[in-house]
């Protein structure tokens, strides 16, 4: 897995396997929206800014930075400009997967540390053809030549990227290679998360589902993100309802319904505390243009 969820993935985008799509971003988009990223996703900021968070840690992206999300990351945008400008380049997971297992668990957990980097110079020069590539091949309107082209851009990104690494003493040592266990507990735990937030608010159920305690849930959790289990949880089921809110017109009734709450109160009351106001209030503030999913 590299790089998953800025994301500007609109409502009506349905991954597919083998699907690839470069997207120029500009203007205005949704924030404070938790997403699942069903994609690889690399991309560059031309201009403006951006804060985000990616498993709950807080990251600037700046005008000439690049940001490389892995698939099964958990994306919210906290803010941007009104002048943010940025290309992005989508990638199913099984495109690249792969080639991703010949690159050591060192590189990959250091890019995962380190999913934003800020460039100058030839490496400046170097993003910027990169992605001038994959926009003309985008335009040529011949769909084999794009993928490869895409696929091909982003390894060579990849490649830059270790380099970046090794020269700035940045890969980690065996040391901190401990903590790859934890990691991988917490990727399976979102992933439950995503499947089942419907289902279970409780971190005893997703700790039974990965066959571990709940303290050891909550560990893992301290140690990759600085919340705990049910934080982490709280905030995601509370995102998506934000999200319900915002882009349906279902009633609260439906609502507790769909998300196993025992009646609307309680699902108001859950909401408000995690939230910090009412899901009338979220309904009442909604824009009329529907959110974007980022």
Avoid at 240 to 251: G, P, V
Wanted: net charge neutral; glycine share 2%.
């Amino acid at each position: 897995m590299i790089f998953p969820n800025l994301i500007i993935m609109k409502n009506d985008i349905i991954p597919v396997e083998n699907d690839i799509f470069y997207q120029e971003i500009s203007g205005d988009f949704s924030r404070k929206n938790i997403i699942k990223c069903n994609y690889n996703l690399l991309i560059y900021c031309e201009a403006g800014c951006a804060t985000i968070e990616i498993n709950y840690r807080k990251y600037n992206i700046t005008p000439h930075s690049t940001l490389m999300l892995m698939y099964m990351d958990i994306v919210s945008c906290i803010y941007h400009t009104s002048d943010f400008r940025a290309k992005a380049l989508f990638i199913a997971p099984l495109l690249i997967a792969p080639e991703l297992r010949g690159y050591d668990f060192t590189f990959l957990s250091t890019l995962k540390r380190h999913p934003l980097t800020v460039w100058n110079g030839k490496r400046l020069s170097f993003i910027k053809q990169l992605f001038d590539i994959v926009a003309t091949s985008n335009e040529l309107g011949n769909d084999e030549v794009f993928r490869k082209c895409a696929v091909s851009q982003c390894f060579c990104y990849v490649n830059m990227l270790k380099c970046y690494f090794q020269e700035n003493d940045m890969l980690k040592g065996d040391a901190e290679i401990s903590l790859s266990g934890k990691k991988d507990y917490f990727a399976a735990f979102v992933k439950e998360l995503f499947n089942s937030y419907r289902q279970s608010r409780e971190v005893l159920f997703y700790a039974e589902c990965l066959k571990i305690s709940s303290n050891y849930l909550n560990e893992v959790c301290q140690s990759v993100c600085e919340h705990s289990a049910k934080e982490v949880i709280d905030h995601y089921i509370s995102s998506q309802l934000k999200f319900e809110l915002y882009n349906t017109d279902k009633s609260m009734q439906q609502l507790a319904e769909e998300y196993n709450f025992p009646n609307q109160s309680y699902l108001s009351r859950y909401y408000r505390r995690v939230m910090g106001e009412s899901p009338t209030d979220t309904r009442k503030n909604r824009s009329e243009k529907k959110l974007l999913i980022f």
